[in-house]
């Protein structure tokens, strides 16, 4: 009573955890109401675990609230990115005093700065003696010497990755001799190996390595002098998966070398504009275990490979061609694969010309068929999906894309195929957006995705995939929009009874720093001009 009204302070020098009463003022004696912290009973443990549930940006603002937050923030991330500059070594020891749990570490430098270097490395492995995951891009100062002491003193490291660094061969070496627990590598671009005016010759990767016996997945991107990799693939005796994407040389030695390893447990292999003729296919169809298998732009590969594989690998359930519109691939391999493996979820066809007989043996004998995607195709027109909107009853995802179907064959599907949940309709000039209410009223639960406003053919989607054709970076450029490219200063590696004119005219090389990407333009008025990535 008596007491003069005011306005509630609740500046944050009054702020007080453990104080939920009012106070009286010494100057006026009004009370200030101080807000409750609700989070100042609640245990360590269930804050961080809300912090866990919080994007990365709200997560950064909660550390600012108090030092409470901050310290318990910092000590339950798992997961950093930094911008690894030079400038940053110094600042180390305190940043990882803070975050001082972290697991997997990103480290990302721009061509423009200096990287870190081997000092800065060591300093973070010896504060991550936990670190399970470690992401190296461009930091291009670090050598074999900063890669072995990361493996020393990170024995618990199973996932690393590497893209456009510098410590060549010998930096691979030094890792992967003293990693015990490494399981998955990836490396792109690793720059010592791409010289190609080197006197002395790259030294090959380690086969008796101590990764050798715990590694089970291997994908290498982009490399000149890939090569070097191929003693240390055929040394891993737990392999799994083994991923090589645009990396030159004759791969079908190597294949034909881990085929005659009775060992191999090899399940995914994806090869994406490497040199592998049919001859690679056939010792990769001595892969009993084989599930998954990607053809993506390998020109030399033909029927006869694809039916060795098909005829051997009864446990194939996914499988993704692109033909390039080579017209290499057509319905005698795609009718193997109908008749041999019943297992199929998942197929996904671009480039190629199947015809009604081909897709027709597919949706018959495939009755596990979950996923179909058929992409820049000129041979597959309403017939053809009207066979698979018949047979195809657990088919649940379709991708139809740059095809010669109409409106009659996309309504086929509001009848046909009881399990589908996902349609998408592309690029298809014939067809109208009048289709779509007629799919939508079949069911409300069919998601349908139709652009029929552009009409370019471009191949590279298969998005009837759960996580679509791209994986690990993998990319299906347009064919539309490609060139024509030929470099003579490379030699061939082909084998006897190869065409080195069809390859060289198909074959994506790199070219100086980067890569050439090549392939033939269909529809153009010309040929242009050499194009580098």
């Keep these: 009573m008596g007491q003069s009204s005011s306005t509630h302070n609740f500046s ?6 453990s104080q939920t009463n009012p106070v009286h003022s010494d100057e006026d004696n009004s009370p200030i109401l101080h807000p409750i912290n609700y989070t100042y009973t609640l245990p360590d443990e269930c804050l961080a675990l809300i912090f866990h549930s919080l994007p990365s940006i709200d997560r950064k603002k909660c550390s600012l609230v108090c030092r409470r937050w901050l310290l318990i923030e910092g000590q339950n991330r798992h997961r950093l990115s930094l911008n690894a500059k030079s400038e940053i070594i110094p600042k180390i020891p305190s940043i990882f005093t803070r975050f001082n749990s972290v697991t997997k570490l ?29 992401k190296l891009r461009g930091c291009r100062d670090v050598t074999h010497f900063g890669m072995a002491c990361l493996a020393k003193n990170c024995k618990k490291l199973r996932k690393f990755s590497c893209g456009s660094c510098m410590f060549g061969a010998q930096g691979m070496n030094a890792l992967l001799n003293n990693s015990i627990s490494l399981e998955e ?3 792109k671009r690793l720059r010592c190996m791409n010289n190609t005016h080197s006197v002395s010759v790259e030294e090959p990767i380690s086969i008796g390595s101590n990764a050798s016996c715990s590694l089970k997945s291997i994908c290498l991107k982009e490399l000149y002098n890939g090569q070097c990799f191929g003693p240390f693939i055929t040394g891993s005796k737990n392999l799994r998966t083994l991923k090589l994407l645009r990396c030159l040389g004759d791969w079908d030695r190597v294949f034909e070398t881990i085929a005659s390893n009775m060992e191999n447990h090899l399940v995914e292999i994806l090869l ?3 040199q592998v003729s049919d001859i690679g296919l056939k010792a990769i169809s001595k892969f009993l275990e084989l599930e998954t298998l990607h053809l993506v732009k390998v020109p030399e590969c033909t029927d006869v490979g694809v039916v060795d594989v098909a005829r051997n690998c009864k446990l194939l359930r996914k499988v993704h061609i692109d033909g ?16 041999n493996t019943v297992n199929l ?8 010309k199947p015809t009604k007989s081909s897709l027709l043996a597919i949706a018959s004998n495939c009755q596990k068929l979950e996923r179909l995607a058929l992409c820049g195709s000129e041979s597959i027109g309403d017939a053809e999906v009207t066979c698979i909107a018949t047979k195809c009853m657990a088919l649940k995802k379709l991708c139809i894309k740059g095809c010669e179907v109409t409106d009659e064959g996309i309504v086929s599907f509001s009848w046909g195929c009881p399990n589908l949940v996902k349609i998408k309709v592309k690029k298809c000039k014939h067809v109208t957006s009048e289709v779509a209410d007629v799919l939508r009223s079949r069911t409300g639960s069919l998601a ?4 029929v406003g552009e009409v370019d053919v471009e191949v590279g989607d298969g998005s009837a995939s759960d996580g679509g054709v791209v994986e690990e970076g993998v990319e299906f450029p347009p064919i539309a929009s490609t060139v024509v490219a030929i470099d003579n200063d490379i030699p061939s590696t082909s084998n006897v009874g190869r065409s080195s004119a069809s390859n060289s005219a198909r074959f994506g090389v790199l070219g100086g720093r980067g890569f050439v990407i090549c392939s ?7 040929r242009q001009q050499l194009n580098e990535a």
């Design 106 to 134: 990103a480290l990302r430098s721009d061509r423009k700065y200096v990287s870190i270097n081997d000092e800065g490395l060591i300093l973070i492995s010896i504060r991550c003696v936990n670190l399970t995951r470690l």
């Design 12 to 17: 944050p020098t009054k702020f007080n955890y």
């Design 520 to 526: 033939f333009r269909r529809w153009s008025n010309g």
């Design 345 to 352: 979820k998942e197929l996904v066809l671009m480039g190629l």
């Design 324 to 339: 390039w519109r080579t017209n290499r691939i057509g319905d005698i391999g795609l009718s193997a694969i109908a008749e």
């Design 185 to 187: 590598l990836s490396v």
């Design 272 to 274: 994406e504009r490497v």
């Design 448 to 451: 349908v995705n139709l652009d």
